[in-house]
Structures are given as structure tokens and as C-alpha cells.
């Protein structure tokens, strides 16, 4: 009897034992397949990124800015022929530019959180299509209100469209060059400034101002289908509300760095708008080598750009820019030199080329504090963060031109370096009022 029971029990137990062990190969089979499941769904949400820079992808909005850009700066070039062809004064054809970044400004960050609520692809192909038609409406405009309507539909989707490119940064670049992404999409502009507006002037000096227009339509067209062929479709767009997105605006570390990218640009445009001048009438330059010393100053400009990137890998969060402090010091001395680049040309041409090379400095490790903040504290506002750049460093553009102006009517060019020198030290005042974190710094 007792032999029986000792059976019934080791059977028993011996059942229960293998039904332990089904029970568990089922929960690893579980998990298994949860996993998978975990493992297929971020490699849609997050494609494979190629260990190679330039791919298709980054070059593909790279040619984006440069289009902007292109857009953009070509009107300085062609601004005689435009004047000439519509019948109206230059100084009419010249307000384009400023209402450009009157209507640019503003147009940005609401671009950009209104943005955040579609699927990004779609979104982005909407924006350059407006992009397109605007500079089909240049191309063809038979006075000045449909060319000024013209430029103000492409300044109210220019910043937008750089802001959901800069969006794409995790799925087409590593981790690691993330910071270099940030900088050559930047330099897309700087290039359309050292390449594309003398080509682009040329070409309207050439054949006409509209057929430069006509060229930047065949290039977008040529760029649209591409970002067909080579972006992500993949989004995440967001659900939250358009006005609690400008809650962004709240974080202080957000608003030091909006006064610090608008007062670093101002610090650059209060003689940079009067580049020519300054090269013409103070240090002496004749007019006929101007156009090449703007092409230097431009190819200055551009590595200045690029170097930004090395300077924003120097940390994360508000650590980069924190550490652009001395650059705005050093800065302000030059712009104070300036005002005597008059009495050694050869010196006071070097000096402009070196002020080049400080003028974008800021512009990747501010786009890092912007992007880095939203992801940590505000991740519902990621598109508004990507368009904060753009649109501190055009109201700094707004802010020194208009300076400047002051200045040279009452002053004369020679002050134009020194009231520049006050908002790079603005710029220095302000990111002192950032303190990063060990974490941040890399400690």
C-alpha cells in the first residue's frame, strides 16, 4: 500500500514537473516572440543607419538648404536686373530681402509645431512643393505685388522645411555623427552662398533674372524626386496640442539660448550687411576684385559652419554652447579691431576673412541644446525645438541689419565693428547663464 502511494506521489510529481517545464518553454517562447516583435518594430522606427556619412539621404537634404539658401541669397545678385525688368526702384526690389526675414521669423516655429502633428514625409514633400511654386511665381511674376507675395510664400515655409529636415537626423546618421549631420545641413547654405548665388548671378546677368529662377525650379523639381527615392517614410507625429507645445518656450536653458543665437547673429550682420562697403571704401579693395573677396569671405563662412560641428561633439545639452563663450569674447575684439581695418588693407582683409570664420561658430551647438533640452524635458515639441535656430539667428539678422543702418547713416562704416562688439558680448553674458551638468559635459 505504501509502495502504491509512493508511486501515485513520484507520478505526481513527475507530471507536474513536466508541466512545469512546458509552462516554461512556453513563457521563453513568449518572450521570444515579444522580443522579436520589440526588435521588429524599432528597426521600422528606427532604420538601420549605413556607417557612411554621405549617403543618399544626407546629401539629399543638403541639396535642400542649398536650395533654400540658393532661393534666398539670390536676390542680392540679381537685385539690378529685377529692378530694371519690373520698372521699379532698387531700394523697392531691396525691401524683399528684409520683408523675407520679417515674414520668415515668426512663420517658423508655428510652421514647425503645426508640423509635428502630420506624418513627416508628406509634410516635408508639402513644403518644398510650396517652396516650388513660389519660385515658379518669381520666375513668371509680371510686377512687384506678385513677386513680393512670391518671396513671402517661400519665407513662410523656408524655416519649416530645414526644421523637419534636421528631424530626420537619428534615422539617416549614427549617434556619432550627429553633431556633423547638424553642421553640413547648415552648410548647405553657405555653399549655395559661395557657389550658387555667384552661378546664380551670372546666369540672370546672362540670360535674364527669370531664367535663374527657371534654373532653381528644374534643380527643386530634380530634388523632389530624389527625396522620393531616398528619405524615410517612417514618423512619429505627435498628439499633443499646438499651443502646449510653446510650453518649450518656458525652460530657461531654451530662452538663454534663443538670446545668445540672436544676439551672436546680430553681432556678425551689423557689418556684414555693409560687407561690400567695408571691402570698397575702408580697406580700399577695387571694385573689380569685390566679387571675388565676397567669394572668400563665403568659402570663410562655410568652413566656419563646419567647424561648428566639432564644436558641438564637445558635450551634450547646453554644454556646447556653454563653451562657445570664449569664441563670443574673442569675437568682440576682432569686431572692435575692425574700426581700424582702414589703415593696413592687407591686415584689415584678413581680419574680415578671420571674422568669417567666427560668424556661424554657434550654430551646431545651439541646434544640440535645443534638441537635446526638448528630447529631455518637452519631447511633444521636437519640431518647434529643430525650428529655433533658424528663427533666433534670422531675428538677429532683423536686429543687426537694422543697427547697422543706424549706425553707418549716423556714425559712418568705421563704428559698424565696435556696436557689433556689444552683441557679442551679450552673446557671452547670456551663456554664462548656463550651467551644465557633469552628465552634459562628459565628465
Same mark, same amino acid.
Given at each position: ?105 515668426? #512663420? ?5 509645431? $503645426?508640423? *509635428? /502633428? ?7 514633400? +508639402?513644403? &518644398? @512643393? %510650396? ?9 513668371? #511674376? ?5 513677386? $513680393?507675395? *512670391? /518671396? ?7 524655416? +519649416?522645411? &530645414? @526644421? %523637419? ?9 549614427? #549617434? ?268
Amino acid at each position: 500500500m505504501d509502495g502504491h502511494a509512493q508511486d501515485q506521489t513520484s507520478d505526481m510529481a513527475h507530471h507536474n514537473q513536466e508541466r512545469e517545464n512546458s509552462q516554461q518553454r512556453e513563457d521563453r517562447q513568449q518572450r521570444e516572440n515579444s522580443q522579436q516583435r520589440e526588435d521588429s518594430q524599432q528597426r521600422e522606427d528606427h532604420p538601420v543607419v549605413r556607417s557612411r556619412f554621405f549617403t543618399p539621404a544626407v546629401i539629399t537634404l543638403i541639396a535642400l538648404s542649398f536650395m533654400l539658401g540658393l532661393s534666398e541669397f539670390i536676390m542680392v545678385g540679381i537685385l539690378p536686373q529685377i529692378a530694371r525688368g519690373l520698372q521699379v526702384s532698387e531700394v523697392t526690389v531691396g525691401n524683399l530681402v528684409s520683408l523675407f526675414a520679417v515674414a520668415y521669423a515668426p #512663420a517658423t516655429p508655428i510652421g514647425s509645431a $503645426l508640423s *509635428a /502633428r502630420f506624418p513627416r514625409f508628406a509634410t516635408h514633400m +508639402t513644403l &518644398v @512643393a %510650396v517652396f516650388l511654386v513660389g519660385n515658379i511665381l518669381c520666375m513668371i #511674376a509680371p510686377n512687384y505685388p506678385i513677386l $513680393l507675395i *512670391a /518671396r513671402i510664400m517661400i519665407a513662410l515655409v523656408a524655416g +519649416t522645411t &530645414v @526644421a %523637419v529636415s534636421m528631424t530626420y537626423a537619428p534615422d539617416v546618421a549614427s #549617434a556619432s555623427n550627429r553633431t556633423r549631420f547638424i553642421a553640413w545641413v547648415f552648410s548647405g547654405f553657405s555653399i549655395a552662398s559661395v557657389v550658387g548665388v555667384p552661378v546664380g548671378t551670372w546666369v540672370a546677368g546672362t540670360f535674364g533674372w527669370r531664367v535663374a529662377f527657371a534654373l532653381i525650379v528644374v534643380l527643386t523639381i530634380m530634388l523632389m524626386l530624389a527625396m522620393i527615392v531616398v528619405l524615410p517614410r517612417n514618423s512619429h507625429p505627435m498628439t499633443i496640442g499646438f499651443l502646449p507645445q510653446f510650453r518649450l518656450f518656458a525652460d530657461r536653458r531654451i530662452r538663454l539660448g534663443v538670446f545668445a543665437v540672436m544676439f551672436g547673429a546680430a553681432a556678425s550682420y551689423v557689418f556684414y550687411t555693409y560687407l561690400t562697403p567695408i571691402m570698397r571704401d575702408e580697406i580700399g579693395i577695387p571694385q573689380r576684385f569685390v566679387s571675388f573677396g565676397l567669394m572668400i569671405f563665403g568659402a570663410a563662412c562655410l568652413c566656419s559652419n563646419l567647424y561648428s560641428g566639432r564644436l558641438a561633439n564637445r558635450g551634450t545639452g547646453v554644454a556646447p554652447l556653454a563653451r562657445i563663450r570664449p569664441i563670443y569674447l574673442m569675437q568682440a575684439v576682432l569686431l572692435c579691431l575692425l574700426a581700424f581695418a582702414g589703415l593696413q588693407p592687407i591686415v584689415g582683409a584678413l581680419l574680415l576673412i578671420v571674422l568669417g570664420l567666427f560668424m556661424y561658430l554657434q550654430n551646431s551647438a545651439s541646434q544640440v541644446l535645443y534638441m537635446d533640452v526638448a528630447a529631455q524635458a518637452h519631447p511633444g515639441s521636437m519640431n518647434l525645438a529643430a525650428s529655433l535656430n533658424s528663427m533666433s539667428f534670422n531675428i538677429g539678422i532683423a536686429l543687426g541689419s537694422a543697427v547697422g543702418g543706424v549706425v553707418n547713416d549716423q556714425l559712418g562704416l568705421v563704428w559698424l565693428g565696435p556696436f557689433g562688439a556689444v552683441f557679442a558680448v551679450l552673446a557671452a553674458l547670456t551663456v554664462s547663464g548656463l550651467h551644465p551638468t557633469r552628465a552634459e559635459l562628459g565628465a
